[in-house]
């Protein structure tokens, strides 16, 4: 099983407050490693300063499993603590 950890999208659907716009760049340097064989671990930094567009006020992680088609449901987590970056993702097939 594998997770695509290149595919970053750095959009927000739906900002928190009026007027808040979501980064413009991806997070910085993000890796995964194997947890147990069925938990991903994985973490991440702040986009670059000139990407974050103001004050990063939580975190959102989706991810899917790569390579059962594109009709595979996206698993979502939304962290509303700033200081998150470390993440236990847990795959259920």
Same mark, same amino acid.
Request: no cysteine; net charge negative.
């Given at each position: 099983? @594998?997770? *695509?950890? !290149?595919?970053?999208? @750095?959009?927000?659907?739906? /900002?928190?407050? =009026? &007027?808040?716009? *979501? /980064?413009? #760049? /991806?997070?910085? &340097?993000?890796?995964?490693? @194997?947890?147990? @064989?069925?938990?991903?671990?994985?973490?991440?930094? =702040? /986009?670059?300063?000139?990407? #974050?567009? &103001?004050?990063?006020?939580?975190?959102?992680? %989706? !991810? %899917?499993?790569? #390579?059962? &088609?594109?009709?595979?449901?996206?698993? !979502? %987590?939304?962290?509303?603590?700033? !200081?998150? %970056?470390?993440?236990?993702?847990?795959?259920?097939?």
């Amino acid at each position: 099983m @594998a997770i *695509a950890l !290149n595919q970053i999208d @750095a959009t927000s659907e739906t /900002p928190t407050e =009026p &007027g808040e716009k *979501a /980064p413009s #760049g /991806p997070p910085v &340097g993000l890796v995964g490693l @194997a947890h147990s @064989a069925s938990q991903i671990m994985i973490q991440w930094q =702040p /986009p670059d300063e000139e990407h #974050g567009n &103001g004050m990063i006020t939580g975190n959102m992680v %989706r !991810n %899917r499993l790569h #390579g059962y &088609g594109e009709n595979t449901p996206w698993s !979502n %987590r939304n962290m509303t603590n700033e !200081n998150q %970056r470390i993440y236990l993702i847990e795959i259920h097939v």
